[in-house]
């Protein structure tokens, strides 16, 4: 998503990121979206932990001591932007500020830090030390009480929202939920003043006929496809139960093609419904690949996250939706009420968790 950013401002940019490598899995057709506009890039050898405080002061150390030189090369940044859930980019982009306060900073929150999906607290001790005392200092400095806790989570949120010049969140509900949980009112009022809410970008068409993934799909018949990974809050348990309700004349008029990270869940479902015949799995495809495989589908699934009881407001809007609309490929939402998915322009739409819709909206694609 941050190259999507870099190719939708156009702005020549250097690139500071953690070396990943050896934890998720690198994709080299990603340079293809805005490697032409990188000037220079540096992969900080830091510990990749998504939630530990001493691997997000590690990070910020080492980060700065690149960014700082690379400054010293030129004529000096004029602006820096960076972009969380991978809370340690804040932190670094709030260490940087501090010492070049003359940089306007974009922060970007792809979700909330400090809360989970299901409104628990993300936890995870900061401890002390002389960054935390610094940020406290400079949030102080800036009009505003640091956080009460110790918990890095907060911290990385809070520096971000005390001195970034931009905060951008994805939807609506997203910006109100995370505003609501700041206990500083004043802190909570500025965030307000200097958000920018921007969807995630999508792509030219031309993006979508560069791969030519050699993907067969057998003629007669309607495809539909997911792509992404399965959390306890979104799954496909709805889909494949409103196939299993189908009548056999209509089910065999379908396909249903899964493009997915862990599988062994899926597979296990699939195997105790007796779905094998109606449902192929895939691991994950290539970025471009995903891009050219959702142009040739019949129609794309996505489904919100199951929020309900536990977040006052969804402020989930699924990243592949950017994807998926740019594919011209009509989609299928599964939706939980007043989510920000639930008010795009969906062509098919069923509520989440409700099998006798997902079967209808299955019954109307395969009749189509």
């Known amino acids: 998503m941050a190259a999507k950013r870099v ?19 690198t994709d080299p057709t990603l340079e293809q979206i805005a490697g032409d506009l990188v000037r220079r890039r540096s992969e900080v ?17 080492l980060g700065i001591q690149q960014a700082l030189a690379w400054d010293r090369e030129g004529d000096g940044y ?15 982009a709030a ?13 970007e929150f792809s979700d909330p830090l400090s809360h989970a999906v299901d409104g628990s607290v993300r936890r995870s001790t900061a401890g002390d030390g002389a960054l935390l005392r610094r940020f406290g200092e400079r949030i102080r400095a800036a009009g505003f009480e640091p956080p009460a806790t110790g918990n890095s989570f907060d911290w990385a949120e809070h520096v971000a929202y005390a001195l970034a010049d931009e905060i951008l969140f994805t939807n609506e509900r997203q910006l109100e939920l995370m505003a609501a949980a700041i206990p500083d009112r004043a802190l909570a009022a500025r965030v307000l003043r200097t958000a920018v809410v921007s969807p995630h970008p999508t792509l030219p068409p031309s993006f979508y006929s560069i791969a030519t993934p050699g993907y067969e799909l057998e003629p007669g018949v309607r495809h539909l496809a997911y792509f992404g990974n399965f959390y306890a809050s979104r799954d496909l348990d709805t889909v494949l139960d409103g196939l299993g309700a189908l009548p056999l004349h209509l089910r065999d008029r379908l396909r249903l093609h899964t493009f997915a990270g862990d599988r062994a869940a899926l597979h296990a479902r699939i195997e105790a419904g007796g779905l094998g015949p ?8 290539g970025y471009l690949e995903f891009l050219a495989l959702s142009r040739a589908m019949d129609v794309l699934v996505v489904n919100d996250a199951v929020t309900s009881g536990q977040l006052a407001v969804n402020p989930y809007l699924p990243s592949k939706w950017s994807d998926y609309r740019g594919s011209g490929t009509p989609v299928w939402g599964l939706v939980e009420a007043g989510s920000p998915l639930s008010g795009q322009p969906l062509d098919h739409r069923s509520p989440v968790g409700h099998t006798t819709a997902a079967a209808q909206v299955l019954a109307r694609i395969a009749c189509a």
Request: hydrophobic share 45%; proline share 7%.
């Open 78 to 92: 004029e602006r820096l932007y960076s972009r969380a859930q991978f809370a340690a980019s804040h932190v670094l």
């Open 95 to 107: 260490r940087f500020v501090i010492v070049r306060p003359e940089v306007r900073w974009t922060a």
């Open 7 to 25: 190719r939708e401002r156009g702005r020549p940019v250097d690139v500071l990121s953690n070396a990943m490598a050896g934890f998720r899995p």
């Open 278 to 285: 109606w449902v192929r799995t895939h691991p994950f495809v």
């Open 45 to 61: 050898a830091s510990p990749t932990h998504f939630a530990s405080w001493s691997s997000m002061s590690r990070f910020s150390a």
